[in-house]
């Protein structure tokens, strides 16, 4: 198992599910997936410089995730697939 910290940027516009509602059910793809969560940061909803997709805001969720490496391709495979996430990116710590 190694660390990473993976920085999820979720669409909520036309969602009804509320902001938490949707951290909890990325939180839950990733237990699925095979990661162990050490720790979630909600940083908050953030306008974007520029409307790519015509999407103008995000919330940013940064989870501190254990999971062997291989695991990080089909996390991101799943995730790809939800509709609620609009951006992933994944950092390996030390």
């Given at each position: 198992?190694?660390?990473?910290?993976?920085?999820?940027?979720?669409?909520?516009?036309?969602?009804?599910?509320?902001?938490?509602?949707?951290?909890?059910?990325?939180?839950?793809?990733?237990?699925?997936?095979?990661?162990?969560?050490?720790?979630?940061?909600?940083?908050?909803?953030?306008?974007?410089?520029?409307?790519?997709?015509?999407?103008?805001?995000?919330?940013?969720?940064?989870?501190?995730?254990?999971?062997?490496?291989?695991?990080?391709?089909?996390?991101?495979?799943?995730l790809k697939l939800?509709?609620?996430?609009?951006?992933?990116?994944?950092?390996?710590?030390?």
């Amino acid at each position: 198992m190694k660390k990473y910290e993976a920085m999820i940027v979720l669409d909520t516009k036309g969602k009804e599910e509320t902001p938490d509602q949707l951290i909890s059910a990325v939180e839950k793809e990733l237990i699925k997936a095979g990661a162990k969560i050490d720790q979630i940061d909600r940083i908050g909803r953030r306008k974007f410089p520029t409307s790519p997709k015509h999407v103008e805001y995000g919330w940013f969720v940064a989870y501190q995730i254990q999971a062997a490496p291989d695991k990080i391709t089909s996390i991101r495979s799943l995730l790809k697939l939800n509709d609620s996430v609009y951006q992933q990116f994944y950092l390996a710590r030390n």
